[in-house]
């Protein structure tokens, strides 16, 4: 079965740290991975993206790694803001199906002055 | 230009109605997608619009669930005999292609009574 798991599965961090989340997939066969960050009562906002050949991604102080060998990714925010306080959903698309995305659960991060 | 939106943002009802969700896409978008988000949960896919045809209505979880796109455009999902377990935010994202990046819009918070 396709899956997308993610952890931890909340946290919270002082403002100007850095924190990286993590993502195993199961999704096959694998065309891309995505990091969505999704605010409270939003739609989710694509950050990156990432195809099989990609091992990494910065999107500002955002920056993604894929290990397609062990179906990883983890994604890195340097310097966190107050405003980085979202849900951020790791999303992998799988070959030929139409785009559907398969998400994950989410990391709830909380980003504390 | 105008994003993904979604009326109502929030719809509260009672069991055993029917509702009807609205999305308009971005302008030029030929796909279109339906999603419902649980509380704490990614996004589940329901149903995959290319134009006026649902390509893919996989992720219906019954006959209670339909969606129209007459026109290409704007779609609406269905739901007959509303359950308390239909209770969640229901996604829509549009793309420019079957391939293309999804756009999602704020959602629809829908409480069952």
């Known amino acids: 079965k396709n899956q997308v798991e993610q952890s931890p599965q909340s946290l919270i961090i002082l403002e100007g740290k850095n924190c990286t989340l993590q993502c195993n997939y199961t999704v096959s066969p694998f065309s891309n991975l995505r990091w969505y960050k999704q605010d409270t009562g939003r739609g989710p906002v694509s950050l990156t993206i990432?195809?099989?050949?990609?091992n990494t991604k910065s999107n500002g102080r955002y920056t993604a790694t894929l290990d397609a060998d062990t179906k990883q990714s983890s994604l890195h925010i340097t310097a966190s803001q107050l405003s980085d306080s979202a849900s951020y959903i790791c999303?992998?698309?799988?070959?030929?199906?139409?785009?559907?995305?398969?998400f994950g659960t989410g990391t709830l991060l909380a980003v504390q002055p | 230009g105008a994003g993904v939106s979604q009326t109502p943002s929030n719809k509260v009802t009672e069991k055993g109605k029917y509702v009807e969700l609205r999305c308009d896409p971005i302008s030029g978008h030929t796909a279109l997608y339906w999603y419902r988000q649980s509380l704490g949960q990614g996004p589940e896919f329901l149903i995959y619009?290319?134009?006026?045809?649902?390509?893919?209505d996989s992720g219906l979880p019954n006959d209670r669930f339909f969606a129209v796109r007459p026109e290409g455009s704007v779609s609406t999902l269905k739901i007959q005999r509303t359950e308390r377990g239909d209770s969640a935010v229901y996604l829509c994202a549009s793309s420019s292609s079957s391939e293309g990046e999804q756009f999602f819009g704020p959602g629809t918070r829908l409480t069952v009574l």
């Open positions: 990432m195809t099989f050949s990609e």
């Open positions: 999303v992998v698309s799988a070959s030929g199906a139409t785009n559907k995305l398969i």
């Open positions: 619009f290319q134009g006026t045809g649902a390509a893919d």
